[in-house]
């Protein structure tokens, strides 16, 4: 059975950190490009950070670049999302999923419509 699973949200003070992590089962993860998202309450979901299977090149939104790093781990299976200096405007459900495009650079504005596969998602709050 092919699943996603996110871990590690969580509330967090403002300035904290957190590491997402999405593991995957039922498939091997380092062949498939991965993004992060998240969906705020009453906003759109917006495509965070990806991973290209290509070249290993990684892409942020402006809003996170120089604080999230988007890593992955082939011997765990897992895919990680490093959030540091994290602002109350970063507090959403996040989640991961595998794309069919193995290059996702330029692609963070509408790469909901490479998606294979979703996890569930992990609610991130940061406090004031």
């Known amino acids: 059975q092919v699943q996603l699973v996110e871990s590690g949200g969580g509330l967090v003070q403002a300035g904290g950190s957190l590491r997402l992590s999405c593991a995957a089962s039922?498939?091997?993860?380092?062949?498939?490009?991965i993004g992060w998202f998240r969906q705020a309450p009453g906003k759109e979901r917006e495509g965070v950070s990806c991973l290209s299977s290509s070249d290993g090149s990684t892409d942020y939104v402006d809003s996170v670049k120089g604080r999230f790093t988007i890593s992955r781990d082939n011997a765990k299976n897992t895919v990680f999302l490093q959030m540091n200096s994290l602002k109350p405007e970063d507090t959403a459900v996040y989640y991961c999923a595998t794309l069919f495009a193995r290059r996702c650079n330029g692609m963070l504005t509408h790469m909901g419509r490479v998606v294979d596969y979703w996890g569930q998602g992990t609610q991130v709050t940061v406090s004031s």
């Open positions: 039922g498939f091997t993860l380092d062949s498939y490009s």
